[in-house]
């Protein structure tokens, strides 16, 4: 079983509409949950960060983190054509741990 | 500058030839990583540097991939007598000593012919 699971879709949604990204993970000890966006011909850059389980919201992108099932998501409200990018589910299990990839998440806002 | 610079932006080689891809991270980071990214698929790890110590390199697909950081700053990776399967873009990324985040450069895209 791979460490972090994710569909790498592609996802089409029109503007506006509520996204949903999802990843799972297989080791407990992670305690770290990054996303990371990667727009086409560019490097990944981060866009939130979350420590241990719950919620973190940051303007129209809220990250939750579901420790018991191992369950990581990151929704985008209100979405934008400029949102349309590869998103990139990153946990780790120390702050110092290198940031391993999953196969990341293809999402097209169309306008 | 502000940002991970990276050269060339685009390489293209002959099967056999070698290749050294370039890495200015930000000044002051401590940590340095090399990615792989295929087309469509996620940055896979290659090596990683703690100033000028090779602390991983687990994930060097073999041994023509090698790479330094001699002064702990400027890192190179070298290529020898590539590959097709070696085309894909090259990512570098550097960080603090906390890596919590890693700031990624725009990558070199290598094309073996």
């Known amino acids: 079983q791979k460490e972090v699971e994710q569909d790498p879709g592609p996802l089409s949604v029109p503007e506006g509409a509520i996204v949903s990204l999802n990843c799972t993970y297989s080791?407990?000890?992670?305690?770290?949950f990054m996303w990371y966006r990667q727009y086409s011909r560019k490097g990944p850059e981060l866009l939130m960060y979350t420590y241990s389980s719950g919620n973190k919201e940051d303007g129209r992108f809220t990250a939750q983190v579901d420790k018991s099932s191992k369950y990581i998501s990151l929704f985008i409200r209100d979405s934008q054509p400029s949102d349309s990018a590869t998103y990139l589910c990153v946990p780790k299990g120390t702050s110092y741990d290198k940031v391993i990839f999953g196969p990341g998440t293809s999402l097209s806002v169309i306008p | 500058g502000a940002g991970v610079s990276q050269s060339p932006r685009y390489k293209v080689a002959k099967r056999g030839q070698d290749v050294a891809l370039r890495c200015d991270p930000i000044s002051g980071h401590v940590s340095l990583f090399w990615y792989q990214q295929a087309l469509g698929q996620g940055p896979e790890f290659l090596t990683y540097f703690q100033n000028e110590a090779q602390l991983d390199k687990s994930g060097l697909p073999s041994d023509r991939f090698f790479a330094e950081r001699p002064e702990g700053s400027v890192s190179t990776l070298k290529i020898q007598r590539t590959q097709q399967e070696d085309s894909a873009v090259y990512l570098c990324?550097?960080?603090?000593?906390?890596?919590?985040?890693?700031?990624f450069g725009q990558g070199t895209r290598l094309t073996v012919v």
């Open positions: 080791n407990s000890a992670f305690q770290y």
């Open positions: 990324a550097s960080s603090t000593t906390r890596l919590v985040q890693a700031f």
